[in-house]
């Protein structure tokens, strides 16, 4: 059985990351797409926000990891994302973030270079 997921693709954020020191100085555009796997049986039986989780809220999260403190690779951003939509949201039983760097500092990724992570909440 596939298990119900709520996304969000594609956000945009300007942060500070990368290994070399122009990107952390001048900043660079990522996108992030975050998919949560949690029960969204009861939420769609009584259209109550309070069965779910609130996208606003979901956003917030990730916009704090991708606008804070600069972090050098995709990796490490995707991993923070991830542990902070866990910890901030405790029906989400499964996450999956993947951050985008959308125009690297090298020659040979025109269409950016991105990291996807896949968590699972322990004990779920």
């Known amino acids: ?3 119900d997921t709520l996304s969000l693709h594609r956000l945009r954020f300007f942060g500070h ?3 070399l020191p122009e990107e952390t100085a001048r900043g660079q555009d990522f996108e992030v797409t975050v998919r949560l796997e949690l029960p969204l ?3 769609g039986r009584t259209d109550d926000l309070s069965h779910s989780v609130d996208y606003r809220a ?3 999260v990730v916009r704090g990891v991708m606008e804070g403190p600069p972090r050098k690779l995709v990796e490490a951003l995707a991993e923070r994302v991830a542990e902070a ?3 901030g949201f405790p029906p989400v039983h499964v996450v999956e973030v993947e ?3 959308l125009n690297p500092p ?3 990724a025109s269409g950016g270079l ?3 992570v896949r968590r699972t909440r322990t004990g779920a």
């Open 41 to 43: 049986g009861e939420a």
């Open 114 to 116: 991105a990291a996807r």
């Open 106 to 108: 090298v020659d040979f």
């Open 1 to 3: 059985m596939t298990p």
């Open 85 to 87: 939509v866990l910890r």
């Open 17 to 19: 990351h990368g290994v």
């Open 99 to 101: 951050v985008v760097k």
């Open 58 to 60: 979901v956003h917030a």
